[in-house]
């Protein structure tokens, strides 16, 4: 395939429409979105703010934005020649010719259309704020593999995906239901978001030589694959380590702002499960070998964020809740 072509790599399977929209969705990935709005009701409900209809929304806003941007990736990625016979991911249908260039691109825009009507609610409710990080994470949506400069290409990808699926959308899926801003709701931002940034590691390791050929330069590709490992198991560690310091900060004399509850430290449980992963990334595989990696990541997220929500949602029902720690039975 020349760069760009949009000519097939090879003869199209025969694959049902519906098929391929899933593959171009990539449903596996959108734990990526439900994790850090779960967290982020879950705080409202531990601080007694809760509120279904926004938190819903930010759900579904959330979900179409992600969804329009793995649409959007797939035709980019394709017209920029990273998506070659040699990539080893899943399969991407525009690439592959199950589906054309016009019909996902089409398929983006009304996905990004439907996630800005879902914010029209939420700007009503919480006014300003959300305008700006609606037609932010709209903008980098597509920014991410389109425009100019390319955030993925330019080894800024990791700053999305910390910043969007997770800072943000902890922080955003909080502020309007509580309609202010939390140091909480930062902070856990970051622990989940750093697991997205795991996972994008994985598929940055996986990927590195087709993408260092396609010029895309990832922060693995600037930095190398060793650096690359290390920085996987540093984002995995990360997502354990703050939620542990604010549950035991939750226990001092003169509690901080962003302390929580002691049953916030539940999410150890989701540890075991980051083991394997880590080990296999750390051992040097590469290539194939780290497709189960994804798998075991995607689970790892989505158990951490569980039991991160069960945490919360225990502290409040037990008393601990805006009552302060140690809970009151």
């Known amino acids: 395939m020349r760069h760009g072509d949009p000519t097939p790599v090879s003869p199209p399977p025969r694959v049902s429409s519906s098929r ?10 959108l734990s990526a979105s439900v994790a850090p709005v779960a967290v982020g009701a879950a705080l409202a409900v531990y601080l007694g703010v809760f509120h279904a209809m926004s938190a819903m929304a930010a759900l579904v806003g959330a979900l179409f934005i992600q969804v329009g941007t793995n649409l ?3 035709v980019l990625d394709f017209k920029k020649g990273a998506d070659t016979p040699d990539r080893l991911g899943p399969t991407r249908v525009v690439a592959a010719g199950l589906l054309s260039a016009r019909a996902v691109t089409w398929g983006a825009a009304l996905a990004f259309a439907a996630a800005t009507l879902v914010g029209l609610y939420l700007v009503a409710r919480a006014g300003w704020p959300i305008l700006v990080i609606g037609l932010a994470s709209l903008a980098c949506g597509y920014l991410y593999t389109g425009g100019p400069h390319p955030l993925a290409y330019r080894g800024l990808g990791d700053v999305f995906v910390m910043l969007f699926f997770g800072v943000v959308a902890v922080s955003g899926t909080y502020y309007v239901q509580a309609l202010a801003w939390s ?45 690359g490992r290390g920085y996987y198991a540093a984002s995995v560690a990360l997502a354990f380590v703050l939620p542990v310091l604010m549950g035991l900060a939750g226990g001092l004399s003169r509690r901080p702002g962003w302390g929580l509850g002691p049953a916030v430290m539940l999410v150890l449980g989701a540890l075991p499960l980051a083991t394997g992963p880590i080990a296999q990334v750390r051992s040097g595989a590469s290539g194939r070998a780290l497709l189960p990696v994804l798998g075991m990541t995607a689970r790892l997220q989505l158990w951490h964020a569980l039991l991160l929500c069960l945490g919360l949602l225990l502290d409040r029902w037990l008393g601990g809740g805006m009552l302060g720690w140690p809970p009151v039975l």
Do not use: C, F, Q
């Open 72 to 74: 959007a990736n797939d």
């Open 183 to 227: 140091v909480r709701a930062a902070l856990l931002g970051v622990a989940v978001g750093s697991l997205s940034v795991a996972i994008l590691t994985v598929n940055n390791l996986r990927d590195v030589d087709t993408d260092r050929a396609a010029g895309k330069r990832t922060l693995v590709v600037r930095l190398g694959a060793e650096w």
């Open 20 to 29: 391929a929209w899933l593959l171009a969705i990539r449903p596996r990935t």
